[in-house]
Nanobody, 126 residues
């Protein structure tokens, strides 16, 4: 299993930007696709974005498409999420996750991921 540690969360005003990072260890990073999820209080965990093991194929939830960008650096074992034009409804705990395979099949389903980070809080004020 991969060990994942998120960083970069914080408090930002609406319209601002944040960049989340996820450091991976314990498995060959390029062996699996990666994803970002978020969970707001009282809500279910929500798929945000995913990226293939090569980094050339990405997928996004409609709620963040055009505002968020997922990327990875396999040489540095790092996954990133650039978040622009943030809205108060983006407030949540953000989690990175390692998929159980290289493909993007089923990327929006939490059960397709075998390893999760501890999460980082993002708060967007209005």
């Amino acid at each position: 299993q991969a060990q994942l540690v998120e960083s970069g969360g914080g408090l930002v005003q609406a319209g601002g930007s944040l960049r989340l990072s996820c450091a991976a260890s314990g498995r060959t990073f390029s062996d699996y696709a990666m994803g970002w999820f978020r969970q707001a209080p009282g809500k279910e965990r929500e798929f945000i974005a995913a990226i293939s093991w090569t980094g050339d194929i990405t997928a996004y939830a409609d709620s963040v498409k055009g505002r968020f960008t997922i990327s990875r650096d396999n040489a540095k074992n790092t996954l990133s999420l650039q978040m622009n034009s943030l809205k108060p409804e983006d407030t949540a705990v953000y989690y990175c996750a390692a998929k159980t395979s290289k493909t993007l099949v089923g990327v929006s389903t939490a059960s397709a991921y075998g390893s999760w980070g501890q999460g980082t809080q993002v708060t967007v004020s209005s």
